[in-house]
């Protein structure tokens, strides 16, 4: 569990927000969401100690220090050898065989990721999507103790959405994941844990489940307003 204990931040005098109090449950999928700027991304700043803040955050009662290794985030842009294929990434970064692209489970778990024959191409001539895919192939291999996608599903298409929900529901039997942003109806399907982020404070619904034709307005209507 990832326990959150009055941590507020300000910028220069602004609050950001202020004195949050929040756990996030264990091998579970965590949905972050709210406004623009009511700071989500702060948030998953000071939760990879990127940024000060007062108050405290501890990993299974550990200080991040000791947990960074097992920590992954996956953003846009993530950082990648733009010179190298995406294999050669993918063996750098996770130290996984790739020679033989064809007999990989990732082709099982996510058919309509990349193809070996797009891994054997530089990353420098990949789109936004594919680079996004390849980050989501490095998780797959990876198998981190904690995920942080910020707009993960951004710039996937269709199908390759569909793999990256069944890819999470299976990483979260041994993965605590926290998503972020704006992408609420995709990910409501599959989250056991819900946080709005709003003025200044956040509201957590837990064991969070969508009534029939709700909406993120009617969930801003029943916990919000
Ligand atoms: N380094 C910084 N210095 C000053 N203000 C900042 C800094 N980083 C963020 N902010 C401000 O903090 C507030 C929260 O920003 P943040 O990026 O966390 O919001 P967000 O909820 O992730 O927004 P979005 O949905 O638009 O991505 C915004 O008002 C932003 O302008």
Do not use: W
């Not at 449950?25 to 000071?46: V, Y």
């Not at 995406?86 to 064809?102: D, I, P, R």
Request: hydrophobic share 35%.
């Amino acid at each position: 569990m990832i326990t959150i204990s009055n941590l507020s931040k300000d910028y220069k005098n602004k609050v950001i927000f202020n004195n949050l109090n929040l756990k996030i449950p264990e091998n579970k999928i965590t949905f972050i969401s709210g406004p623009n700027g009511s700071g989500k991304s702060t948030l998953l700043k000071c939760l990879l100690n990127l940024e000060d803040y007062t108050g405290e955050i501890r990993y299974d009662n550990c200080h991040f220090e000791k947990v960074r290794e097992d920590v992954m985030v996956v953003y846009d842009n993530s950082p990648l050898y733009h010179n190298l294929t995406g294999s050669q990434n993918l063996e750098l970064l996770t130290n996984h065989s790739f020679k033989n692209a064809n007999e990989n489970n990732h082709d099982i778990l996510m058919p309509h990721f990349l193809k070996p024959e797009i891994l054997k191409s530089k990353v420098k001539n990949y789109s936004l999507g594919q680079k996004k895919k390849l980050s989501l192939m490095r998780v797959l291999l990876t198998k981190p103790k904690y995920l942080f996608l910020d707009e993960a599903s951004n710039g996937l298409d269709h199908e390759a959405l569909l793999d990256l929900k069944s890819l999470l529901r299976k990483l979260s039997v041994d993965t605590t994941i926290i998503a972020i942003g704006h992408h609420f109806e995709y990910y409501t399907s599959i989250i056991d844990n819900l946080i709005l982020m709003n003025d200044q404070s956040a509201i957590q619904i837990k064991d969070f489940e969508l009534q029939e034709g709700e909406g993120l307005n009617d969930i801003y209507e029943r916990y919000i307003k």
